[in-house]
């Protein structure tokens, strides 16, 4: 009995800190951008191993998985646009950014979830940067977005994900 109880205190405790505090849902995060009446759905995408390698050399950076969750914002089955979650670790734990994404632009982006210490989250003014940007334009830190005092960390992980994010727009998701 005692074994059981040790065993349930050490999961609820591996649970509760490997789980990112969640921000927004990204259904929300969806309908925030596009409106109430629209109809969000998801999907998943698997990257195949040259899938993958070209994702990867597009956005110029290394992927750490091949599974990409993608949300579609429609309305009177029209696609309104794209919402690509990017999960990445920021110093030890995770974060997950929703990209948002309109006829090649991105739109806005969207902290969902994150797990490190709530100073370190990028605050608004610094997120406006990454509106109406055009997604063949792969984003450098320093270069064209300026890193955070106290966050660079953070900012480089946001803009890293925003050239994952673009790579796999403009390879599934873009109309040719």
Sequence with gaps: MKKKF????????????????????PVDAMRENYGKSATVSKKTILLLNEDFKKVQAEAKTKLLTKLYRIYIAKKDEKILGYGIL????????????????????????????????????????????????KTNKMLQLSHDIPVITGATLSAKSVTEGSRIA???????????
Excluded: G
């Design 6 to 25: 040790i065993f349930s205190l050490l999961f609820i405790f591996l649970v509760a800190n490997l789980s990112a505090k969640v921000l927004l849902s």
């Design 86 to 133: 990017i999960n990445k670790k920021v110093r030890s734990k995770n974060s997950v950014v929703m990209y948002i994404i309109s006829n090649d632009i991105l739109k806005c982006i969207e902290i969902i979830a994150f797990n490190e210490p709530y100073e370190y989250i990028p605050n608004k003014t610094w997120q406006e940067q990454f509106k109406d940007i």
């Design 166 to 176: 673009f790579a796999i727009y403009n390879k599934f998701l873009k109309e040719k």
